[in-house]
């Protein structure tokens, strides 16, 4: 019988430098939104000018991070995840990055919004995953909201919101109904997950978000990571 060689994390691709600063750099499986469960790469770049209650990586607030000279990428991973702190003060490098690398993988841009979408005129996929935040979450929750037009005219645009009150429901709601991101009535780019950082908080808050989707016909997003891993880092 012929032998086939498996695809494993052993075989690696070359993908050279990274020119914006990164916190941390892990290949794992994406654990929220649209591709969740898929095995990706993930580049946590520095800064955020948000600063919710409950983020769980805080340490990119202050973390100045670092380029990376040689990423070496397993060959089986197909999805590159570029999520922070904020991805998007780095739109240049990040599409130099999707520019030389694009033909062999797919991007997902993880962002609060805060600073607008890629320049468009890309043939490579790249999703944009939006999280607005509203004003019991964060600090600086207005800035989230700036270029929520600009997304989302854009078709490659997915809105992932945290929900953790009943007050949250009300200004998602009204935040969809303002921007149409339902896009003519269909709400399948829009996915909520349940606030917590602790899988006990995450099982408070899980019914409230059924309850969301249910009534509005949303997606039910989970929080993977916080299952298996908790707070660890690089995971
Ligand atoms: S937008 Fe994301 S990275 Fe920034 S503070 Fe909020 S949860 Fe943390």
């Not at 990706?40 to 805080?58: E, M, Q």
């Not at 929900?163 to 969809?176: A, M, N, Q, R």
Request: glycine share 8%.
């Amino acid at each position: 019988m012929q032998k086939v060689k498996l695809n494993t994390p052993q075989n690696v691709r070359f993908l050279g430098r990274v020119d914006f600063p990164v916190c941390e750099a892990f290949y794992s499986i994406q654990a929220e939104g649209p591709s969740v469960g898929r095995a990706a790469f993930f580049l946590r770049t520095t800064k955020c000018p948000i600063f919710c209650r409950w983020c769980d990586s805080k340490y990119t607030w202050k973390e100045k991070g670092k380029v990376i000279e040689e990423l070496y990428v397993p060959e089986v991973c197909k999805l590159i995840v570029v999520t922070g702190g904020e991805p998007l003060y780095y739109k240049e490098e990040i599409s130099q990055f999707i520019q030389k690398h694009g033909g062999c993988f797919r991007f997902e841009i993880e962002t609060s919004g805060a600073f607008g979408p890629l320049q468009k005129g890309t043939n490579f996929s790249v999703r944009h995953i939006v999280s607005p935040k509203f004003k019991n979450q964060a600090k600086n929750w207005k800035l989230s909201h700036k270029y929520i037009k600009d997304f989302a005219e854009r078709p490659d645009t997915y809105f992932k919101f945290v929900l953790g009150t009943e007050s949250d429901k009300k200004e998602i709601v009204e935040l969809i109904k303002k921007y149409d991101l339902v896009n003519g009535g269909i709400p399948n780019r829009i996915f909520i997950m349940p606030e917590g950082r602790t899988n006990e908080e995450i099982v408070c808050k899980r019914d409230l978000v059924v309850d969301f989707c249910k009534e509005y016909g949303f997606i039910y997003s989970p929080r993977i990571q916080v299952q298996l891993w908790g707070m660890k880092r690089g995971v």
